[in-house]
C-alpha cells in the first residue's frame, strides 16, 4: 500500500530558526496536506497543495507540492515557542466513480524549541 | 465552535467491554471518516462515509469494530470485548466535496477519544 517517508523525526532547535521537514512517497498522491498535532488534540490542518508545483504560504509557514507528485516539504520561517508540536504530512487520493479517497499519514516530526 | 467534536475524549475501560464513540461533523459536510492514532505514529484509516452510506472499510477494521452513521449526520464507533491492543487516539475527521476547478475535499479532524484498555 502507499507509504510516506517524512524526515526528519524529530528537530531540536533554537527560538528564531528556520525549519524544513519534508515527505516523499512511492506513489503520486492528488494532494498533499500538512497538519500539526498538539498533545491529546487532533490534528489541525496547515496547508493544503492541490496542483504539482504549487507553493503556498500561510504566514510564516511555507509548503510545496513536488512537481513528481511524490513529494512535499513544508518549511516554518523564524519558529516561535508555539510552533512546537508534531507536524503530519498527508498524501490524497482520489478513486472511482464517487470520488472515494484516502488520506496517507507519515510518521510525523517532532519539534522542540529552546528559548 | 463549528467544527469536528467527538465525546468522549478519554474512556478508560477493562478487557472485554464494550465502547462507543461519537463523532459529530462540522454540519455542512456530507463526508465522515475514522482514524486510529498509536503512540509515535500518524493517524491510520478505519472508515469513511458518505452521507449515511458507509463507503470504504480498511483491512484494521476488525470483526469487533463497526461504525454507523443512520442519518449522514453523526456517526459512532463502537468496539465490541475490547483488548488492550485496541488502546489508542480515535480521530474522527469531516470534509465536503470541493469545488469545481481543481480545489478538492479537505479533511478537518476532531480533538479524539482517547482509549485506554486495562
Known amino acids: 500500500g502507499q507509504q510516506l517517508n517524512q524526515s526528519p523525526q524529530s528537530m531540536f532547535i533554537q527560538e528564531g530558526e528556520d525549519v524544513s521537514m519534508n515527505c516523499t512517497s512511492s506513489s503520486i498522491f492528488n494532494t498533499w496536506l500538512w497538519y500539526k498535532q498538539d498533545p491529546g488534540e487532533g490534528p489541525v490542518l496547515l496547508i493544503a497543495?492541490?496542483?504539482?508545483?504549487e507553493l503556498t504560504s500561510n504566514g510564516r509557514l511555507t509548503a510545496q507540492f513536488g512537481i513528481t507528485r511524490k513529494d512535499s516539504f513544508l518549511n516554518i520561517s523564524a519558529s516561535i515557542p508555539s510552533d512546537v508540536g508534531i507536524y503530519f504530512c498527508?498524501?490524497?487520493?482520489?478513486f472511482g466513480l464517487g470520488r472515494r479517497q484516502k488520506l496517507v499519514f507519515g510518521q510525523g516530526t517532532r519539534l522542540t524549541i529552546n528559548p | 465552535d463549528t467544527g469536528v467534536s467527538q465525546d468522549p475524549r478519554h474512556k478508560i475501560t477493562k478487557r472485554g467491554q464494550n465502547v462507543t464513540f461519537r463523532c459529530d461533523p462540522i454540519s455542512e459536510h456530507n463526508r465522515l471518516y475514522w482514524y486510529r492514532q498509536t503512540l509515535g505514529q500518524g493517524p491510520e484509516f478505519l472508515t469513511y462515509?458518505?452521507?449515511?452510506?458507509?463507503?470504504?472499510k480498511s483491512r484494521l477494521l476488525s470483526d469487533r469494530f463497526s461504525a454507523e452513521r443512520p442519518k449522514g449526520s453523526f456517526s459512532t464507533l463502537e468496539i465490541q470485548r475490547t483488548e488492550q491492543g485496541d488502546s489508542a487516539m480515535y480521530l474522527c475527521?469531516?470534509?465536503?466535496?470541493?469545488?469545481?476547478?481543481?480545489?478538492?475535499?479537505?479533511?478537518?479532524f476532531g480533538p479524539g477519544t482517547r482509549l485506554t484498555v486495562l
Open positions: 475527521a469531516s470534509s465536503t466535496p470541493g469545488l469545481a476547478g481543481g480545489r478538492t475535499d479537505t479533511q478537518y
Open positions: 497543495l492541490y496542483k504539482a508545483g
Open positions: 498527508a498524501g490524497q487520493l482520489f
Open positions: 462515509f458518505q452521507n449515511e452510506a458507509q463507503l470504504e
